[in-house]
């Protein structure tokens, strides 16, 4: 059974600062991983997709990598801002009905 | 292009009553999918349909069921509501499995419905 986990559940960092949050899982057997930000009481918007042939996504400040051997997954944030304070999740696609399994989330806080 | 559409924004029922949440996908996007995000237990996924046909089914009992319309947009139903179902219904689309590079397609949420039972 595939098990996502996301580490730290939560994050408090100064503005300016780099940062990484991380995810694991516990079957390599995924066609993709995926990660979200979710504003408070909101849905989820896609930040970075990445295919389980690939090694990295990269979009503005945001790199997200994958390591499918370990089970592994960051999601790099650079110059992080106030606007970057929400919940990160990770989530991974697996086959058997093409179910995709969440993290619990990181949440995390830029203080300006 | 619109995203996709839930309605309503916020439900509230009693113990025991039934439930009708809604979702419409993106244009084009034939699977329709829905979780709950209920409070300290992250992400569950629910139920997935495609091209008018229930495909997945998550950990849920059976009065959480639910349709798809032709015109791909869905409904969820929640019968017999408990005061556990009280969580935030999340609904998200993507193209058909049969579309070429359907594994790698992301997901488009929507902002949920925000279901309370008192």
């Known amino acids: 059974k595939q098990e996502v986990t996301q580490i730290p559940a939560a994050l408090s960092v100064p503005e300016g600062e780099n940062l990484v949050l991380n995810c694991s899982f516990t079957d390599s057997a995924i066609y993709n991983l995926q990660w979200f930000r979710q504003d408070p009481g909101k849905g989820l918007t896609s930040l970075l997709l990445i295919q389980s042939s690939q090694r990295e996504q990269t979009s503005g400040r945001l790199n997200a990598s994958l390591d499918k051997s370990s089970g592994r997954s960051t999601l790099y944030i650079a110059a992080s801002q106030p606007g970057d304070s929400a919940t990160y999740l990770c989530?991974?696609?697996?086959?058997?009905?093409?179910?995709?399994?969440f993290g619990a989330g990181t949440r995390l806080f830029v203080k300006a | 292009e619109a995203g996709v559409t839930q309605s309503p924004t916020h439900l509230i029922k009693t113990r025991g009553q039934q439930a009708t949440l809604r979702c419409s996908p993106i244009?084009?996007?034939?699977?329709v999918y829905w979780y709950q995000q209920a409070l300290g237990l992250g992400l569950q996924f629910l139920l997935w349909y495609d091209e008018g046909e229930e495909r997945n089914r998550g950990n849920f009992p059976p009065r959480f069921s639910g349709r798809q319309f032709p015109n791909y947009s869905s409904e969820l139903n929640v019968n017999a509501l408990e005061l556990e179902d009280s969580a935030l219904y999340l609904c998200a689309s993507s193209p058909s499995p049969g579309t070429a590079g359907y594994s790698n397609q992301p997901q488009h949420f929507g902002d949920g419905t925000r279901l309370s039972i008192l």
């Open positions: 244009s084009g996007h034939t699977s």
């Open positions: 989530a991974v696609k697996v086959g058997g009905g093409f179910k995709t399994i």
